[in-house]
């Protein structure tokens, strides 16, 4: 079955750029989508269909896409981004919806 | 504003049943797909299944499929899973999501807990 790949963990500093990237064979044919989970909290969107951002989502996450990969880009990096990050998309022939094994971002 | 609440969540024994509930409110419920994904305490995301707003599609990882159930009654703004043949392996927080697009999980709910254990 269709697979998404991150890199487990990464940490940057304050003020920093924090680029988190999410490998997968249908991008970008698919669309990829971008949740942020804090602990003890439901995971919130926070791009959709690559580059679009929610409303009330900060201007500093951005998204960007190069052939198979996608990445979510936080720049300017704040204490209260640490958290998991998770890539999503779909398995269109197989009609189900994939996530990738999220990065855990740190703030130094 | 968007509300997803879910209930029913408990422990229950390996090949026992048990129903989950959602109730959504501040948008109208029929207009949307609606989802349960899970997540393992400490594991990462995995999607379960997806009903489409008037409930003629439903979508289900493999891993549930045969087992578990979802449901929806608009009336009621609610959805459902119905899940039999629980196995260890389910034991998960199990989030209800509105799926815009189909696709994109923009409101999700604050979880329910559930745990299959002898």
Same mark, same amino acid.
């Given at each position: 079955?269709?697979? @998404?790949?991150?890199?487990? &963990?990464?940490s @940057?500093?304050?003020?920093?750029?924090?680029?988190?990237t999410? &490998? #997968? +064979?249908?991008?970008? +044919?698919?669309? $990829?989508?971008?949740?942020q989970?804090k602990? /003890?909290?439901?995971p919130?969107l926070?791009?959709?269909? /690559?580059?679009?951002?929610? &409303? !009330?989502?900060?201007?500093?996450?951005?998204?960007?896409?190069s052939?198979?990969?996608?990445?979510?880009?936080? &720049? #300017?990096?704040?204490? *209260? +981004? *640490? $958290?998991?990050?998770?890539?999503?998309?779909? +398995?269109?022939?197989?009609n189900?919806v994939?996530? !990738? #094994? #999220?990065t855990?971002?740190?703030?130094? | 504003?968007?509300?997803?609440?879910?209930?029913?969540?408990?422990?229950?024994?390996?090949?026992?049943?048990?129903?989950?509930?959602?109730?959504?409110?501040?948008?109208?419920?029929?207009? %949307?797909?609606?989802?349960?994904?899970?997540?393992?305490?400490?594991?990462?995301l995995e999607?379960?299944?997806?009903?489409?707003y008037?409930?003629?599609?439903?979508?289900?990882?493999?891993?549930?499929?045969?087992?578990?159930?979802?449901?929806?009654?608009?009336?009621?703004?609610?959805? %459902?899973?119905?899940?039999?043949?629980?196995?260890?392996?389910d034991?998960?927080?199990y989030?209800?999501?509105?799926a815009?697009g189909?696709?994109?999980?923009? %409101?999700?709910?604050?979880?329910?807990?559930?745990?299959?254990?002898?």
């Amino acid at each position: 079955s269709y697979e @998404v790949t991150q890199q487990p &963990s990464m940490s @940057v500093s304050p003020g920093q750029t924090a680029r988190i990237t999410c &490998s #997968g +064979d249908a991008f970008p +044919d698919v669309y $990829a989508y971008w949740y942020q989970q804090k602990p /003890g909290q439901a995971p919130q969107l926070v791009m959709f269909q /690559g580059t679009e951002r929610p &409303s !009330g989502i900060p201007e500093r996450f951005s998204g960007s896409i190069s052939g198979t990969a996608v990445t979510l880009i936080i &720049s #300017g990096v704040q204490a *209260e +981004d *640490e $958290a998991d990050y998770y890539c999503q998309s779909t +398995d269109r022939s197989h009609n189900s919806v994939v996530f !990738g #094994g #999220g990065t855990k971002l740190t703030v130094l | 504003q968007v509300q997803l609440v879910e209930s029913g969540g408990g422990l229950v024994k390996p090949g026992g049943s048990l129903r989950l509930s959602c109730a959504a409110s501040g948008f109208t419920f029929s207009d %949307y797909y609606m989802s349960w994904i899970r997540q393992t305490p400490g594991k990462g995301l995995e999607w379960v299944s997806t009903l489409h707003y008037g409930g003629r599609t439903i979508y289900y990882s493999d891993s549930v499929r045969g087992r578990f159930t979802i449901s929806r009654d608009n009336a009621k703004s609610s959805l %459902y899973l119905q899940m039999d043949s629980l196995r260890d392996v389910d034991t998960a927080v199990y989030y209800c999501a509105r799926a815009t697009g189909g696709e994109a999980f923009d %409101y999700w709910g604050q979880g329910t807990l559930v745990t299959v254990s002898s």
